[in-house]
C-alpha cells in the first residue's frame, strides 16, 4: 500500500475495506443477491486522501470510516430501491442498461469544489458508477437520513439524460430533511407520568432497513444529528441534574449558567455560588451527555444540600432551546425536540 497515506489510514483501508469481513464486502454481496450484477467498488487511496487531507488533518482517524460509511450507505440506498415494487420500471430500466455491461464498477473519487455531500451518477463509457465524495460536509448533510434522501434524489434522476453533470454539482444544496414538528391540539392539563394535551408528537421517519454499525458517524456526530433530541431535567437533593442526548444543547445551557452566575460574598475568590459542570457519558468517550447543576459549599443561611428552584432551567429549555415537555413526574421532566439543532 502506497506510502504516502498516514499509516492509521492504512491500518483502516486494511481493516475496514479490504479485509473479507469488512462491512463493505457485507454490502457488496446483500446487492448483487438483489441485483443479479456485482458491482465492484474501486478507490485510488493516495489521489482522495490528497484531495481532502486537509480537512482530516487534526484527526485522520475519521477518514477511512467515513469512505466505508458513504459506500454502505450507496449500496443499501440502491438495494431498498431494486426491492421496492414502486420503482419496479425504473428497476427494469437500469437492468437493461447493465445488461450491455460485462463488467460493473463503483468508483469513488473526489468530488468537485464546493461540493458539500455524496453524490452519484451512471458513467456508461466507463461501466461504472461514480461516487463522488464531498470536498466540503456539514453534521447536517454528513447525517444518516441526509445520506439516504441524497442518493435517493441521484438514483432518480440516475437514468435521467437531463440530469445535472458532474460540473454542474457543485452548487447541489442539501435540503434540510428533519421529521414533522409537534402539532398543536386542544389543550389539556398536564398529568403525572403522561404526555402533555397540548400537543402531539408526529412519528419519526420511517426506517425500513437497519444500519450496519460501520455505516453509523461516531456518537459525537450521530447523536448530533439524530432527531429527535431527547433531554431529562432532574431535581436531586441539593442538585439538578440534566441529561441530554444533544451535547450542544447541554454545552450552552452549561455556558451561560456560568457566565451569568451570582458569585459568593462569603468566598474570598468570588466564586460563583452554584457550579454547572458537564460530565462525559459512560457510555462513549469524547461526549458529554450529564450536566450537573449545585452549590460548591455553603452559601449564607442555605446547607449544601438544600433544594435547587429548577425553573430557570425549565425555561431556557423550552424558551431558547426549543425543547416540547413529554413527560412530567415527582422531580423530573423529559423533552423532546424534533428539529435537527445546529
Known sequence: MSRELPLKVRVDIRDQWDSSKSSVNGSVAALTKVLGHTIAPQIDWPILWTSVKERYSDDNTTFVPTVVRYAIAWYERLSDRLDNDVYADWTESLLDILSE??????????????MNRPTTRWEPNLSAF???????????????????????????????????????????????TVPAEAVPTPAGAVHGGSVPAAYTLQPAASVSRLPVVDALARPRELFATASPHNLIVEERNGSIVVQGSHEPSLELLASYLSKWGKSNPNDSTKRPILKAELRESEFCFGVMDTLVIERPMTFGRQSSGGPLNPVLVYAFVEGVLGYRMVDISAGQRSYVSTTLLK
Not at 455491461?101 to 464546493?114: M, N, S, W, Y
Not at 441521484?154 to 437531463?162: H, M, R, T, V
Open 101 to 114: 455491461h460485462t463488467q460493473l464498477a463503483l468508483r469513488i473519487q473526489p468530488g468537485e469544489k464546493g
Open 130 to 176: 461514480l461516487l463522488y465524495f464531498p470536498t466540503t460536509t456539514t453534521a447536517q448533510s454528513s447525517s444518516h437520513s441526509s445520506l439516504d434522501s441524497g442518493f435517493d434524489r441521484d438514483f432518480e434522476n440516475l437514468l435521467n439524460a437531463d440530469a445535472p453533470k458532474d460540473e454542474e454539482w457543485a452548487e447541489v444544496v442539501v435540503e434540510k
